[in-house]
């Protein structure tokens, strides 16, 4: 389909998904409210959220900001009360009558996908939440580099966030499918049996507490002092955030605190990208045979970088 095509086709849908979930009309949710005051709602129940933090969350100018919040006090859904560190903040919190009011506001939004994904198959389903979540992605633009923050070691859902990172883009560009997502999920799995030992440490690039990229160092399963750079990737919402090459600066720098004497990545031909920033990092090409452990026949390239 010819980009000019899919724009259109893009915005139409989304003009229609505006008018079913009933953003142009006077109330939203089951509810008198106006979608901002909706979301400001669920912005507020998350806790510690002050006033002047609502405009940015919400993307509303200050003006429109202390409006909605004056209905919403008079309503008796918010109440504002002083930070007790600083007098000028306001927090906001929700009163009795405010979290009765979202705990419906919750139950006919889950109402409303209920209904909308029993018309369609769990793959579908799968669909719909994938595409959502890589085009609201795209659309927030990639965080500044600042925003973006490295933590090590397992957590909750990363196994499965991984893998996603993973199948979502190789599917896109490669054609990759079952058999490399479960290429990638089982060697992670096995992996992470094995992070507390000190030769081997998996990285996240977090922002706004999700992942958006990875990289692990297995010292282990090749040869003694060989370390081997696995799981690398980056989300598409964080592409041009720089936190590609965060993250393979802290596995380099793992790498060279450990004293391995190489590292050594496999990847495959054509990745263009990936392969000028290994080789800005010191990795040279060694290695390159056809393989078809992906799923489909690649040419499968190892590159080798030896202690600086």
Request: no cysteine; proline share 3%.
């Amino acid at each position: 389909m010819p980009l000019s095509q899919t724009v259109d086709s893009i915005r139409a849908s989304s003009r229609q998904l505006v008018r079913e979930l009933g953003f142009t009309g006077n109330a939203f949710a089951g509810t008198e409210l106006s979608p901002s005051a909706v979301h400001a709602l669920i912005e507020i129940e998350q806790g510690g959220v002050a006033a002047r933090d609502l405009g940015a969350l919400l993307h509303l100018e200050k003006s429109s900001v202390s409006r909605m919040l004056r209905k919403l006090i008079a309503s008796g859904d918010v109440v504002e009360e002083t930070g007790e560190d600083d007098g000028r903040v306001k927090l906001l919190s929700l009163t009795t009558a405010g979290r009765d009011r979202l705990a419906n506001i919750h139950g006919f939004a889950r109402a409303q996908v209920m209904g909308a994904l029993a018309k369609l198959t769990a793959e579908q389903g799968q669909m719909v939440l994938d595409g959502l979540r890589l085009y609201a992605r795209a659309l927030a633009g990639p965080p500044a580099a600042s925003a973006v923050e490295l933590k090590t070691g397992y957590r909750p859902g990363l196994i499965a966030r991984i893998t996603e990172m993973h199948s979502v883009y190789y599917t896109r560009t490669s054609g990759f499918g079952l058999a490399f997502e479960s290429v990638v999920a089982s060697g992670l799995a096995e992996f992470a049996g094995r992070l507390g030992k000190p030769q081997n440490e998996i990285w996240s690039a977090m922002s706004g507490g999700d992942v958006f990229g990875s990289i692990a160092i297995d010292g282990e399963d090749l040869r003694p002092s060989i370390a081997h750079l696995r799981w690398f990737v980056v989300d598409d919402a964080m592409r041009g955030s720089g936190a590609g090459k965060k993250l393979l600066d802290a596995a380099l720098a793992f790498v060279d605190q450990r004293g391995f004497a190489e590292t050594h990545l496999w990847t495959f031909s054509g990745l263009d990208a990936a392969r000028h920033l290994y080789e800005t990092r010191g990795f040279k090409l060694a290695e390159e045979r056809p393989g078809s452990q992906w799923g489909s026949e690649v040419l499968e390239q190892r590159f080798a970088r030896a202690v600086p």
